[in-house]
């Protein structure tokens, strides 16, 4: 059995803005930023609650509500579109590395997190050793049908509308409980509380594929991301296409792919044995 590292959240201050961590295993000398996606509702824990009990024993495991998500701050009055708020998450994300001394650590991005990461790659190579993108946003597609009903949640939130998205999320709601709508009840309250409301209501106004265009990174400066990375992805992803894993395969250069069948967009959630232990290997063994 898999022991289990005890997870501690506080509050720090980076830059101008509050930020909500959720850390495991501190004092581990290889430290992993783990960087959440875009739901309603999301936030670091919603999206490494398993993660993070599971590598702890091994890593400095790092999570993070991004500003405008969670308990971190939200701003008043809030960036207007995806193109805005990026620059806002590149320096917390370096920020958060700073205050806690930390001169370089892994990546671990999801979906929109994904992007943010390759962002940080190009940025500040220099503080990243390897990182690990799933289902990830970043290059050109089509926005899916999907992807454009998450980021919409808000022209009309309802509870029966989130269970809808969390049906999105998952391939096989047993994976996860079964009883979707109860995780939305769970999540119903975080997801309309009026800050977070205002923030993503900003994040992502209609038309929505300008936000998707907003979060790509040329192809030239994927092409000089020296760090190794690997792609995971479920291939029944309703939100984030695995085309968008296959465009980052062709592109990358020290690059590898796995994809989980009868798997959607939750692979953290519905793999999570297997995609910790992917994580695990790919930055223990794997060299």
Wanted: net charge negative; charged share 15%.
């Amino acid at each position: 059995m898999t022991t289990q590292t005890p997870v501690t959240e506080h509050d720090l201050t980076v830059g101008s803005y509050r930020t909500h961590i959720y850390r495991s295993g501190a004092g581990n000398r290889e430290a992993v930023l783990f960087i959440h996606g875009s739901g309603p509702g999301a936030n670091g824990w919603a999206n490494w609650q398993y993660a993070l009990p599971a590598l702890g024993d091994t890593f400095d495991c790092i999570a993070f509500d991004l500003v405008g998500f969670g308990r971190s701050a939200h701003p008043d009055p809030a960036p207007q579109g995806a193109a805005a708020w990026l620059p806002l998450w590149i320096e917390q994300s370096l920020g958060l590395l700073d205050a806690l001394n930390i001169s370089h650590a892994h990546l671990v991005g999801n979906s929109l997190g994904g992007a943010l990461a390759l962002h940080l790659l190009t940025h500040a190579p220099q503080r990243f050793d390897r990182a690990i993108l799933m289902g990830p946003i970043g290059v050109p597609f089509p926005i899916t049908e999907g992807l454009d009903g998450v980021w919409g949640f808000y022209d009309d939130p309802t509870l029966e509308r989130l269970t809808q998205i969390f049906r999105w999320f998952v391939f096989d709601p047993q994976h996860v409980g079964g009883d979707l709508e109860a995780i939305a009840r769970q999540r119903y309250g975080a997801a309309t509380a009026p800050e977070a409301a205002r923030s993503f209501a900003a994040m992502f106004p209609p038309p929505r594929q300008q936000h998707v265009d907003a979060l790509v990174v040329p192809e030239d400066a994927i092409a000089h991301i020296e760090q190794p990375v690997l792609l995971v992805h479920g291939r029944d992803d309703v939100i984030v296409p695995l085309d968008t894993s296959l465009t980052l395969l062709r592109q990358l250069p020290r690059v590898q792919l796995h994809v989980f069948g009868q798997c959607s967009h939750w692979v953290q959630i519905e793999q999570r044995d297997a995609f910790n232990a992917l994580v695990r290997w790919f930055l223990t063994v794997e060299r």
